[in-house]
């Protein structure tokens, strides 16, 4: 059983900068591939980025490509979302996931995902 808890969303102006913060529970940590994803009112939830157990591989959804950048720390059992240049359609709640047995790509399809967190507000005025 994994907790997630994700922090550090609020409130930014276009062209702002946050960094997102989503904290682990339990001891395998490294075993799990995690993403983020996000969901705008009226919208289905959508992929942002997805990182491998040991931090080498990642992806990116094309409107995040070179805006945001996503960590991990398995010292800490924590993985990071660094979003610069932040748009007004950035706006939604971010929900960090994890997956046990999966890979960057299969957690990126939204096909595995076996734990969610409770998600944080991210709001972008313009």
């Known amino acids: 059983q994994v907790q997630l808890v994700e922090s550090g969303g609020g409130l930014v102006q276009a062209g702002g900068s946050l960094r997102l913060s989503c904290a682990a529970s339990?001891?395998?940590?490294?075993?799990?591939?995690m993403g983020w994803f996000r969901q705008a009112p009226g919208k289905e939830r959508e992929i942002v980025a997805a990182?491998?157990?040991?931090?080498?591989?990642?992806y990116y959804a094309d409107s995040v490509k070179g805006r945001f950048t996503m960590s991990r720390d398995n010292a800490k059992n924590t993985v990071y979302l660094q979003m610069n240049s932040l748009k007004p359609e950035d706006t939604a709640v971010y929900y960090c996931?994890?997956?046990?047995?999966?890979?960057?790509?299969?957690?990126?399809?939204?096909?595995?995902?076996?734990?969610w967190g409770p998600g944080t507000q991210v709001t972008v005025s313009s």
């Open positions: 996931a994890a997956d046990r047995w999966g890979t960057v790509f299969t957690v990126a399809s939204g096909a595995s995902v076996d734990y």
């Open positions: 339990g001891r395998t940590f490294s075993m799990y591939v």
């Open positions: 990182i491998s157990r040991s931090g080498s591989d990642t």
